[in-house]
């Protein structure tokens, strides 16, 4: 298994811009599709963002589409997630994933592994 730490999050205002990062130790990180998952309180685990381990290619929830980017740097064993004009309803726990050498899956239970998250809050 893959381990993962996430960071970057913090409170910002509404509008505002955040880049999560997520660091994978322990792997051939590029036999890796990777993902980022959040959570807001009583909801579930919702898809946000993924890159695919081998044509790196991109996909995203129609929520974020157009104000989130997600990439690799496979020399940093990092994925980020550049995320912009944020807005108050991206409030959640934002957790790294990642799923050895498979499609992106927008399940979770797809997913081998789990950063612990990084806290996101936006104020309007």
């Known amino acids: 298994q893959v381990q993962l730490v996430e960071s970057g999050g913090g409170l910002v205002q509404a509008g505002g811009s955040l880049r999560l990062s997520c660091v994978a130790s322990?792997?051939?990180?590029?036999?890796?599709?990777l993902g980022w998952f959040r959570q807001a309180p009583g909801k579930e685990r919702e898809f946000v963002a993924a890159?695919?381990?081998?044509?790196?290619?991109?996909y995203y929830a129609d929520s974020v589409k157009g104000r989130f980017t997600i990439s690799r740097d496979n020399t940093k064993n990092t994925v980020y997630l550049q995320m912009n004009s944020l807005k108050p309803e991206d409030t959640a726990v934002y957790y790294c994933?990642?799923?050895?050498?498979?499609?992106?899956?927008?399940?979770?239970?797809?997913?081998?592994?789990w950063g612990q998250g990084t806290q996101v809050t936006v104020s309007s």
């Open positions: 890159i695919t381990w081998r044509s790196d290619s991109t």
């Open positions: 994933t990642a799923r050895y050498m498979s499609a992106y899956t927008t399940f979770a239970s797809g997913y081998d592994s």
């Open positions: 322990g792997v051939s990180f590029t036999r890796y599709t």
